[in-house]
């Protein structure tokens, strides 16, 4: 039995909640419950941390509505956390927000994306370290994940390596030590929580498309009908216990 601390970056809109659930029932599901026992923490809400992550075999961060950009005094205590933890050689994996905590964590930078929020069913490439990366193992070189965010790591953080990017986002998926892995994606996401996030977000979506010139009404449908099943994605939490811990 493996013990898995999964740190609660924020909480997903209301209307997602009563649809799909919040973040942690994604990554419970996603994973499930043979052979791992979850302890989750909302540290978003002030949680205390434990003294060290010495007592798990894991350390994983989910996701957050909430920006790295906007430094809380919560998040400064997390990203201390992770980087202590990695350290002390607990695997750790940052998903989204939590890869970007963990790269300014480790002198990174954090930044709105110049190309645009990401949003929707999208392909990320390996890079050939991402090839020969464990947390990648039996994946192909082009993958489908489900993806959400404005922000980015616009700066790696010294002795980190990009495992994968695409177009929107060269930094999908970055090595920042040997047991310390992030991705900006979301493997655990299923296609059901990609549509209730759209659908939730659906007003600040169309008001994004209209600066871009997309007419109104066109580009939730259109985000809404790419969505597709993203089979090989799950195996990157997959993989991470399996080959990490």
Request: with cysteine.
């Given at each position: 039995?493996?013990?898995?601390?999964?740190?609660k970056a924020g909480d997903a809109a209301t209307s997602v909640?009563?649809?799909?659930?919040?973040?942690?029932?994604?990554?419970?599901?996603?994973?499930?419950?043979?052979?791992?026992?979850?302890?989750?923490?909302?540290?978003?809400k002030g949680a205390p941390l434990p003294k060290d992550a010495?007592?798990?075999?894991?350390?994983?961060?989910?996701?957050?509505?909430?920006?790295?950009?906007?430094?809380?005094?919560w998040m400064q205590r997390a990203g201390a956390f992770m980087?202590?933890?990695?350290?002390?050689?607990?695997?750790?994996?940052?998903?989204?927000?939590?890869?970007?905590?963990?790269?300014?964590?480790?002198?990174?930078?954090?930044?709105?994306?110049?190309?645009?929020?990401?949003?929707?069913?999208?392909?990320?490439?390996?890079?050939?370290?991402?090839?020969?990366?464990?947390?990648?193992?039996?994946?192909?070189?082009?993958?489908?994940?489900?993806?959400?965010?404005?922000?980015?790591?616009?700066?790696?953080?010294?002795?980190?390596?990009?495992?994968?990017?695409?177009?929107?986002?060269?930094?999908?998926?970055?090595?920042?030590?040997?047991?310390?892995?992030?991705?900006?994606?979301?493997?655990?996401?299923?296609?059901?929580?990609?549509?209730?996030?759209?659908?939730?977000?659906?007003?600040?979506?169309?008001?994004?498309?209209?600066?871009?010139?997309?007419?109104?009404?066109?580009?939730?449908?259109?985000?809404?009908?790419?969505?597709?099943?993203?089979?090989?994605?799950?195996?990157?939490?997959?993989?991470?216990?399996?080959?990490?811990?």
């Open positions: 039995m493996k013990n898995v601390l999964l740190l909640q009563l649809s799909v659930g919040d973040y942690e029932r994604w990554f419970l599901q996603t994973i499930g419950l043979s052979g791992q026992r979850f302890d989750i923490l909302p540290v978003h010495k007592g798990y075999d894991a350390v994983m961060m989910t996701g957050s509505p909430l920006s790295v950009t906007q430094r809380e005094p980087v202590e933890a990695g350290e002390q050689g607990v695997p750790v994996l940052g998903v989204c927000f939590g890869q970007q905590l963990l790269a300014e964590a480790y002198g990174g930078k954090v930044a709105r994306n110049p190309k645009g929020r990401e949003t929707g069913t999208v392909e990320v490439t390996l890079s050939p370290e991402g090839r020969a990366d464990p947390l990648f193992t039996g994946l192909p070189e082009r993958f489908a994940v489900q993806a959400t965010h404005e922000d980015i790591v616009a700066r790696l953080p010294e002795g980190a390596t990009v495992l994968a990017g695409n177009a929107n986002t060269a930094n999908q998926a970055l090595a920042f030590r040997p047991n310390v892995r992030g991705v900006q994606f979301h493997p655990e996401m299923p296609t059901d929580a990609m549509r209730a996030v759209i659908l939730a977000r659906e007003d600040k979506l169309e008001a994004l498309a209209h600066e871009q010139g997309i007419p109104e009404g066109e580009y939730v449908p259109r985000l809404m009908s790419g969505i597709t099943p993203t089979p090989y994605a799950h195996r990157v939490l997959m993989n991470f216990l399996q080959h990490f811990t």
